[in-house]
């Protein structure tokens, strides 16, 4: 990545760290308090240089949708793999860390939580948080993509979704309810997964 100017890093700087303990981004005249400065053109023009150096992206015509793309230390770090058995294979190199950040901070992400243990077969539990992603074209979607399915005159479902000809197949994730074969007109796909997202808590 291009190098920062002491000006672009010190913004930079505060702006992960602002988005790191805040989980959105600033505003303008935040920034410009952080900064110093008085006008809203020195921020703007920073703005668009550490976006022009792939630093930051941002959501055109909203506000607060600033992103960082490259967060400096904040991955975790993969030490090393795990067997089936439980044997764990400690790497010898050092391997980039994992980054989850880019999943819980796209701004048109949402979140889904599983309520029934219908999901065992996936290895998806109660509790659970179901990552996705909204579908603005179904063509973009591959067969076998999990989504969420709105129906005509039935509730929103959790399904896997195939193409048959001109209709659409909605096959059951539990592996007991019918599928679903319905001409496209029928079906709003809400969105795709991208992730699932389990926490463990500590008793004691």
Same mark, same amino acid.
């Given at each position: ?98 980054? +989850?950040?880019?999943?819980? &901070? ?5 979140? %889904? #939580? ?6 065992? *077969? /996936? ?34 479902? +959790?399904?896997?979704?195939? &193409? ?5 197949? %909605? #096959? ?6 019918? *599928? /679903? ?24």
């Amino acid at each position: 990545m291009e190098p920062l100017t002491h000006a672009q890093k010190e913004l930079y700087d505060w702006l992960v760290e602002y988005i790191r303990q805040h989980q959105y981004s600033p505003s303008i005249r935040q920034m410009m308090q952080a900064m110093n400065l008085r006008s809203p053109a020195p921020v703007q023009s920073r703005l668009e240089h550490l976006r022009k150096k792939g630093y930051i992206n941002w959501t055109e015509g909203r506000a607060r949708t600033i992103r960082i793309i490259h967060p400096a230390n904040l991955g975790v770090p993969i030490l090393g793999a795990i067997a089936t058995d439980g044997s764990v294979e400690t790497f010898t190199e050092a391997v980039v860390p994992l980054d +989850l950040t880019s999943l819980f &901070r796209q701004p048109d992400y949402f979140a %889904l #939580k599983v309520t029934e243990a219908s999901l065992g *077969a /996936l290895l998806i539990a109660v509790g659970d948080i179901l990552i996705l992603q909204p579908v603005a074209d179904l063509k973009t979607l591959a067969d076998g993509t999990m989504v969420v399915a709105k129906v005509e005159e039935q509730r929103t479902m +959790l399904k896997f979704f195939y &193409r048959k000809s001109s209709r659409i197949l %909605l #096959k059951s994730v539990n592996g007991i309810d019918a *599928a /679903l074969e319905l001409p496209v007109s029928q079906v709003q796909v809400q969105g795709a997964l991208v992730g699932v997202w389990r926490g463990y808590g500590r008793e004691g």
